[in-house]
């Protein structure tokens, strides 16, 4: 928490078969990716719980090894589309590619969802660390830090067609004759390495201005990318130490971009599991875990670490291994959870079926949430993208246990203060920058 942010940040990451790898599998879940009605009913549960926004993750490859809530999934802007037009305040966030997208298309999608969201809308920023996503005529896969780089080059094409339009520049004078002042209608012209585009957005600026930017690497160029563009970020953290740690040295390399630190919002992915009592949190946990196939762990934890892991010894640490090229952050927190703690390959596995390297958050609504205001009053989140095993029990008993107790400590809202996702963050609305020539 920084000092002047009095109310903790909360989205819900929906994966409607559950973030538990064995979610789908526990007593009254419900489970579809592609089941519209259920996913529109969290969306509804989570803005009648005033949470800040949803937020949709997106795969461009598939295998039958993969998480449940992975294996198929609906195009995220199309669903995104859809929840428009049944909600009206909550903020809605998804996932595009700047490594397998097209900058004046990821814009237009953007700009048109917070039209038509009447300014809810919020991309997160991705580069792809799949080498498997071999379903783009590529000849090959961008290694780490091209991706970094095409990103950041994506992003400022991006932002800068969101700016084609000056706020006032359509004028629809029907008495005398003017529609668009020209003069406040700019080409982008942008010519860089990686992009050409002539621009302009065939769209007016949106209701934020721009939709809010979210980012999620954790690597030395994800964090650098963070610092530079992002307003909210999406990390992993297992204890609070390293969180704080991660969050001191994000907020002042957002500082060394001359930018306010405040409007750079923290966001850990957290899966509470919750009990009535410490006992009953840590049964349900453990019914989760035995369900695990060890198989399908297995395979998620080698893509993470880029290795064939069917030889290893699953009842022994990891040995040391070489960063793969593409995800590094999760493979760097998944061999320093083996190696500083002990961990076994198994436990490993265990762990990435559960949360995916994120923070479990196992016990009652009163100890889940001192965990989670310890965490952000210490200066390691400034809130938190929820995460939970299995819907909608997951969900439930987070917003009916655990938000009354934030909410009696002034922590978090009652009602909504304003209208769009940069109001409900505390985020400013960006300035029109004149970019290119007028047109």
Known sequence: MSQTLQHMRLGLFIQAAGHHASGWRYPGAQSGSENFALIKNLTLAAERARLDMVFF???????AQEHPSMIVRFEP????????????????????????????????????????????????VVTTGYDSAANFSRATHPDHELRYEVAQEFVDVVRGLWDSFEDDAYVRDAENGVFLDTEKMRRLDHKGKHFSIDGPLNLTRSPQGHPVLIQAGSSGPGVS?????????????????????FYRDLKKQV????????????????????????AEARASFERLQQ???????????????????????????????????NMKSRARLLLDMSHRDGLTLRQICNLV?????????????????????????????????????????????????????????????????????????GLPRPAHRRWGQRQ
């Open 57 to 63: 993750g997106d795969k461009l490859v598939t295998n």
């Open 77 to 124: 802007l199309t669903l995104l589309g859809s929840l428009a037009a049944v909600t009206g305040r909550i903020g809605l966030a998804a996932t595009a590619s700047t490594t397998y997208g097209e900058p004046y298309t990821v814009a237009r999608q953007f700009g048109t969802l917070d039209h038509i969201s009447q300014g809810r809308a919020a991309w997160n």
């Open 225 to 245: 990318l963070a610092a530079r563009i992002a307003e909210v970020v999406f990390t992993a953290q297992q204890d609070i130490e390293t969180a704080q740690q």
């Open 255 to 278: 500082t060394g971009f001359g930018r306010d630190p405040h409007h750079c919002l923290v966001m850990p992915g957290v899966m509470p599991i919750i009990g009535a009592t410490p």
């Open 291 to 325: 369900w695990t196939d060890i198989s399908t762990s297995l395979k998620l934890v080698g893509e993470r670490l880029g290795q064939d892991l069917a030889g290893f010894d699953l009842d022994q640490p990891l040995p040391d291994l070489p960063l793969p090229q």
């Open 353 to 425: 079926a559960g949360a995916r390297g994120h923070k479990i958050l196992v016990g009652t609504p009163s100890q889940v949430a001192e965990e989670m205001i310890a965490w952000f009053e210490g200066e390691a989140a400034d809130g938190f993208n929820l995460m939970p095993s299995h819907f909608p029990e997951g969900l439930e008993l987070f917003v009916d246990g655990v938000l009354p107790i934030l909410r009696q400590r002034g922590l978090f809202r009652e009602e909504y203060s304003g209208t769009t996702l940069r109001d409900h963050l």
